[in-house]
């Protein structure tokens, strides 16, 4: 894991003191809330329904167990006992005082961890694959790539007033784990066939109100040359991005406007201007590296009589084997993926008891290290198959073992109108209805994967757009109503969803999406997903079931 | 009928406005007509302590067991708290809290445009 240095110290410790006195200005009336509000955003701190909300930066979603404990204990001296995880794989802590706020920076700042650049039209936090340096699927380890971005990004003076927010996945395998196709500029690290590293690289995705996915605009970048082109890519986007409406300044909608291949011409010919000058030099890459080389593994079997054993012996810890558990690079190891969706509960929340266990099965399980998800899950990605069920057993007691990832109750949700000042409509029970429509783990296994993705405004924060099934909560004369969509995708085959047919009442929801599911079961041919029956049916038989009763 | 709402500055508290200060339960809020101008006037009096609260503004009212609720959904939200945990003013409980958790009415506030500009 990479480790702050006296540089990163200095400077969160800096920000934080400077924040200090923001604060105390603001409490004086010496700054008015006009004033202060780009301040407060520019270090994560929201003003919410209930409460002031800070967004914590998880750097490419990775955690050390101290981190972890650190974010318990501001949640449970600060908050009230939660954190939430979002799609950006950062942290919100939902019910913050401002005269708190620089307490927890420093609290933060003490573990190496901040909260800039969560918010403003800046270049948020990273998104890498979270089986990095764990999955023999990959390419190279994206996260010496993501940390080179963060140091790049963070508190770069050219791009820190972006036309619009700004963010950028890196993915590392053929199987997109990042949702790169819905980012500002998705990366895929590849190799060429003489085997020089690079990057395919994706510009002008993005959700919200007008989603894109975005289109290649160079198939391979050599990776030497990266930084280079990330910097002509947001010359061009900072100087013909638009500003005047809020709407329509993301950089998706300058590349639509352009098209890609002007807009890649654009981009090259600032590059060229460029030159090599801005690259990464090699000593300061092999630098970062050097802190992700390889821990040392275990020479195993392949097959672990501990793990076989407990499985013949325990179906419960068979499931959670099944669908939490996924291949590691090293044999007699796996990863394995911590469920933040257990039936009932708030999708992506964890209480400090939970990240305290979690902290400790890192410690004692998985060489200190931890993962935060986009679809809000958690996931140790180094844990010998011989500790897995001692894993299992620890997590089972924490309410953590839930077996159900990417299965139909693994539901993304935004905090909605439960929590956020832009929200129409509640998006967290609409999830906690479905998932106990699937309670059954048996049936929810019959389901297959099935990605649900639930948000409570346009802004999209849920993902909706790319659910197999998205769901996004609308304001309709005066109710809550949700839009369903199908058939959308934020993984390699990265789609948008199709509109269902006009937007259901909240008590309807769960149960159209029951209908949807049925529909599947009986349409279904050999091993599709539901993503797969869909595209082969189109919308119509879903269409016919779930307003079957309305005509 | 309408009563008078705000962040409190100091920790985002969902404030209501009651005979010149600012009370966390709704059900203690004092209520204005329709047309009685003490209601804007209580907003002006609201926007200028702006080291007390952030943005105060004025909620449109309906009846709710015999009791005043909230027009809006989203208002009833704040002044109950989440529905997915009792993390806010819900956890009190009583009859004012119980009217609020009974009522109908719009998912928004009236008049709360643009939202995105509100973080």
Sequence with gaps: MYRYDQIDKDILADRSAEFRGQVARRLAGELSEDQFKPLRLRNGLYLQLHAYMLRVAIPYGSLNPTQLRKLAWIGRTYDKGYGHFTTRTNLQFHWIKLADAPEILDALASVDMHAIQTSGNCIRNVTADPYAGATAEEIDDPRVWAEAIRQWSTIHPEFNWLPRKFKIAVSAAAKDRTAAKTHDIGLNLKRARDGVLGFEVMVGGGLGRLPHIAPTVRPFLPAQRLFSYLEAILRVYNRHGRRDNIHKARIKILVAALGAEEFARQVEAEWEKIGTSADLPDTELARIRGAFAPTAFETLPAVSEAFEAAKARSPAFARFARNNLKPHKVAGYAIVEISLKAIGQTPGDATAEQMEVVADLAERFGQDDIRVTHEQNLVLPHVKLDDAPAVWAALAEAGLATANMNLVSDIIACPGLDYCALANARSISVAQNIAAKFADAERAERVGELKIKISGCINACGHHHVGHIGILGVDKKGEEFYQLTLGGSAAEDAGVGQALGPALPYERVAEAVDTLVDVYLRERQGAERFLDTFRRTGVAPFKEAVYADVH | ?119
């Design chain 2, 1 to 119: 009928m309408k009563a008078l709402t705000a962040n409190r500055l100091i920790d985002g508290e969902v404030v209501f406005w009651r005979n010149g200060q600012w009370v966390e339960q709704f059900g203690d809020a004092q209520l204005f007509n329709d047309d009685d101008p003490a209601g804007e006037a209580a907003e002006a009096h609201g926007k200028n302590q702006p080291t007390v609260v952030v943005e105060p503004y004025l909620i449109d009212l309906t009846q709710s067991q015999g009791l005043w609720a909230p027009v809006s959904y989203r208002e009833r939200i704040r002044a109950l708290g989440p529905t997915n945990l009792n993390h806010g003013k819900q956890a009190d409980g009583g009859a004012a809290i119980e009217a609020l958790q009974h009522a109908h009415g719009a998912a928004r506030s009236t008049g709360r445009v643009d939202l995105i500009k509100r973080k």
